[in-house]
Nanobody
Framework: QVQLVESGGGLVQPGGSLRLSCAASGNIIRIDTMRWYRQTPGKERELVAS???????DYVDSVKGRFTISKDNAKHTVYLQMNGLKPEDTAHYYCNADYLTMNPESQVMVAGRTNWGQGTQVTVSS
């Protein structure tokens, strides 16, 4: 099992910055693509940004130029640097990760995707 813990959310004024972190732990051989999502009440979860094992990144149009996703492969951690925050960025932010692990019983490597963590709340308001 691979678990995720998100942190770094909070209350910030418009134009401010926050840095979110998401650390994976467990029986990890390799972490591949890691992603940040966000969700507001009554809406579907939205993919905000992703970073591949090789470092390729992708962003939803609404955050391009303001958010930066990065990944520390040694620490199995993904970050989301959020600058120029807007009230419409207010949401609960979640991450997930694709990983490679080993089944302890069969000793076979298995690929998987993490379940959702508890997420971290970001509120942008004056």
């Amino acid at each position: 099992q691979v678990q995720l813990v998100e942190s770094g959310g909070g209350l910030v004024q418009p134009g401010g910055s926050l840095r979110l972190s998401c650390a994976a732990s467990g029986n990890i051989i390799r972490i591949d693509t890691m992603r940040w999502y966000r969700q507001t009440p009554g809406k579907e979860r939205e993919l905000v940004a992703s970073v591949s094992n090789g470092g390729s990144t992708d962003y939803v149009d609404s955050v391009k130029g303001r958010f930066t996703i990065s990944k520390d492969n040694a620490k199995h951690t993904v970050y989301l640097q959020m600058n120029g925050l807007k009230p419409e960025d207010t949401a609960h932010y979640y991450c997930n990760a694709d990983y490679l692990t080993m089944n302890p019983e069969s000793q076979v490597m298995v690929a998987g995707r993490t379940n959702w963590g508890q997420g971290t709340q970001v509120t942008v308001s004056s």
